[in-house]
């Protein structure tokens, strides 16, 4: 097993304008599972294939171990990949498949075949390994391409999306058998995906990227709770964090009717950029419900300038133990579209009016100029 280095890895495509993977500079240390998150185009399976030796590396270096394989061909660097698209010989059986890689190597067939068996029965794939690709489903084809990354015992696996192609439910399964087997087996792991449920449920660690360029790299939980800017702020979480802007006010920031608490040094810090706002953070679960009687009661209680955010509900998702409020507020003049997590027994109606805070010590707040974080 290995740690993987990317120091200042930098991808320019030719004729292109800008990097498509700008300075990257990430340690992964020695089994650890890290996961490369972010919207379409923003680099992150173009940082894996530089990794895998697929794309070429225009400046900085990537290393495996204590190996510099910047410039070394993918079949010397001793990785393992895996493909969205299972990438399966449609002639050969699913035994043929896993130990394709070591008979290629020169691998005597007793090995391969032992190789092969032990790789089928981590995977539960044993009944089927003298079955062709065509015979199984898509959850059994990924475990094959899987069973074949195994067998070779790279220092590195490398998944590109490999949950992709399967439906909602086998999605969730998989993704725990691969979490579960990555850690029984200890390899050194970097898993792409667009999905951030997906990156928050499997990583040690998530990277988050954006046009090219890092954002964060944190555990899961540090960067739900302590997002570094909005994009980050706003990509990771579901349903999505609530981005507000707000005037700043005495005693914190202006909330509605209300006023809200913030860190002395988060309103200092803002002033000092010349902003007048801040961008507010909060969760759908981070917000305090102060009444949704119903439509008649928030009339009347709007008359007394009830206290938070009136929020109008257009639509209601009941999932069970929560519901979600989808609605719309009046900030600073403009419409703002709000999620609130309500209680699933108690969840107002549709076209009803409610009024919100955040709980204390559950805003985050962002500098509306830069967009960076300025709470600890």
Excluded: W
């Amino acid at each position: 097993m290995a740690s993987v280095t990317f120091d200042k890895a930098t991808r320019m495509y030719p004729g292109g304008t800008k990097p498509a993977v700008d300075s990257l500079e990430i340690d992964i240390a020695d089994g650890e599972f890290l996961v490369l998150v972010g919207p379409s185009g923003c680099g992150k399976s173009t940082s894996l294939r530089m990794l895998a030796g697929l794309e070429e590396v225009n400046g900085g270096a990537i290393r495996i171990g204590d190996r510099d394989v910047t410039h070394l061909p993918p079949k010397d660097r001793d990785i393992a990949m895996v493909f969205q698209n299972y990438a399966l010989y449609p002639h050969m059986t699913v035994a043929d498949n896993m130990g394709f890689a070591l008979k290629i190597a020169g691998v005597n067939k007793t090995d391969i075949r032992a190789k092969v068996e032990e790789a089928a029965k981590i995977l539960d794939l044993t009944q089927y390994l003298d079955r062709k690709p065509k015979a199984l489903s898509g959850g059994q084809r990924q475990r094959v391409a899987m069973g074949r990354a195994i067998v070779r015992e790279p220092q590195v696996f490398l998944m590109d999306e490999p949950l992709s192609n399967l439906d909602a439910k086998l999605r969730v399964s998989t993704r725990t058998q691969i979490a579960s087997l990555q850690r029984r087996l200890g390899i050194t792991t970097v898993y792409v995906t667009h999905d951030q449920v997906e990156a928050l449920t499997m990583g040690d660690r998530v990277a988050v990227l954006k046009d090219g360029l890092l954002q964060q790299v944190a555990s899961p939980r540090d960067m739900y709770d302590r997002p570094a800017n909005l994009f980050v702020a706003g990509f990771i979480g579901s349903p999505a964090m609530n981005l507000i802007e707000v005037p700043i006010t005495d005693g914190g920031v202006k909330f509605g009717n209300s006023v809200v608490p913030v860190s002395r040094d988060a309103v200092t810090a803002a002033a000092d950029k010349g902003d007048r706002t801040v961008t507010v953070g909060i969760r759908p679960e981070h917000f305090e419900v102060i009444e949704h009687e119903g439509a008649s009661a928030a009339k009347t209680l709007s008359k007394d300038a009830p206290a938070g955010l009136a929020v109008r509900v257009n639509v209601v998702e009941e999932t069970g133990a929560d519901g979600y409020v989808y609605g719309t507020a009046e900030v600073g003049g403009e419409t703002k579209e709000l999620v609130v997590r309500v209680n699933g027994r108690r969840v107002p109606e549709k076209g009803t009016e409610i009024h919100v805070v955040p709980r204390p010590g559950e805003s985050h707040v962002f500098a509306t100029s830069t967009g960076e974080r300025l709470t600890d």
